[in-house]
């Protein structure tokens, strides 16, 4: 595991105890994240470089070796980006869609219903209709079609006279599905990154760097990023045909990583390497405010100041999100393909409507949930993982719902939507060093589950009738002895100290050259020491803000997110005039037209080793 991972990192005695400081407010240990032999690497990068101190020591905290220190301050896709031919099947999917091209046939994409699906498959109908071709997207319906190709949808896709299907973030292990597609007429070429088995469906091309007999080492990358080499691929072949010879202006593929940031940070896929530098171009890209619906989602997130990673996982993901959750699937396509201002602001405020009723169904199950975990857990905090499950839950929140009980109870946690007969649908979230996919996955082989799957974070389930107290059983079992462990070696692993003072914009600015952070390239975690919490309040019924006075006078604002109510939030609430260590990472808040260094706290100490 990554050095850089501040999830459930090891507490062993190469991370020193930082600040003294054994257990915080939220019951971790605070760890140096520099060992000795990073804390090394920091100091020759200093020397060679001409670095400032923090910035490699950020650096070497995130695994970033000497020799590959001056890449990463410059992460380029001139030099990160691979030849696309070295994805099995890539040339056949390039050659393929060239023909679609050359031929004006009309093409129909399916994507999944998430940000990384809504992404790709906008990505992907954008170049074809540079070329001039028409496709049309297929989304389907989370509750009605479930995930994935489906027979009824590509019988319907060639009725209206499709000739090639393009699959994108789904299909790997759609068998059924793509044969009566290819008995339909259609063409399938499938470009996906999801784990699939040794068998895969018998289709014209199927990119996918997770297949058995794939050697590109791009597993990585989220689908987006692969709809992008595709995109890369399929110019260069229409480039070898002559195509752009013709009087046709070949677009600029830079202009279309706006798209691949969004779907990669939404994807939560390390930003490492290649999608690192998918990201920082995106993001440049994305300030030029030329897709005119991600424009219009932007503003009405009222989203201030240049677009960041957090943005787009926090405020414009969930709100395309929304779309496939509770709404339409394909409205987070639609807006990132359409060029009318009109059209994309009516489908912003729908999402942004969605998103808010999405934030209501989500409360009410959360609070069903926590109440329902609690009880189980009891005072003593019995119990390795978190099940809860009722009947009436929105089958397409229950991975939120998860999500939330695990943040709140620092265990694996499941939410299930129950049906009338006792089976149901549910997510699943895990906490680093705790294979859930695995889990499930021999749950299903068990009979326990009728179906499953994911990777070792996050992972989805089918309860067959009547099995919900066996699934809580297995699970327990199974992943008690992971969890033990875990936990045990949770800790907080701090970049450095800084003050009030010294954490300024010019810092800020000299921090970010790490960046972009996100899933695998963390964001820097600094202890402000011994400050005082001069004010301290709750403020939009979740959130509370605070601001901190270093002992010089000199003074920090500060929020923590999402903790009222929240033993976080509690601690701070109750220290307010008492001198803390606090720890969080800093940013720049943009305000009515000012900027303002804030921390964002993520944990206190009030009590420490002196």
Known sequence: MPRGDIEAVTGTSHHRVFLGVNRSARGRTWRERLDERSGAQALMMVQRLAIPELLARVMAGRDVEIDDARAFLDPTLRALLPDPSVLRDMDAAAARLADAVMHNQQVAIFGDYDVDGASAAALVASFLRHCGLAPFIHIPDRIFEGYGPNVEAMQSLAARGARLLVAVDCGSTSFEPFARAQAFGLDVVVIDHHQVGEVIPAVTALVNPNRMDDLSGLGHLAAVGLAFLTVVGLNRELRHRGFWRAGREEPDLLDFTDLVALGTVADVVALRGLNRAFVAKGLVAMRRRERVGLAALMDKARLNGPPQPWHLGFLIGPRINAGGRIGRADLGARLLLTDDAIEAGAIADELDRLNRERQGIELSMLAQAEAEATAALGAEGRGSVVVTAAQGWHPGIVGLVAARLKERFGRPAFAIALESGGGGTGSGRSLSGVDLGRAVRQAVTSGILLKGGGHAMAAGITLRPGALGDFRAYMEETLAPAVAAARREDALLIDGAVTAA??????????????????????????????????????????????????????????????????LGRALLAARGQKVHVAGSLAIDHWQGQERVQLRVLDIATEWER
Do not use: W
């Open 502 to 567: 010294g954490a300024n914009a010019a810092l800020v600015a000299t921090i970010a050259r790490a960046g972009p952070f996100g899933s695998g390239n963390s964001e820097p975690i600094f202890a402000l020491p011994a400050h005082t919490i001069a004010y301290a309040e709750e403020v939009a019924q979740a959130h509370v803000r605070l601001r901190l006075r270093a002992g010089d006078g000199a003074t920090i604002s500060a929020i923590a997110f999402r903790a009222a109510g929240e033993v």
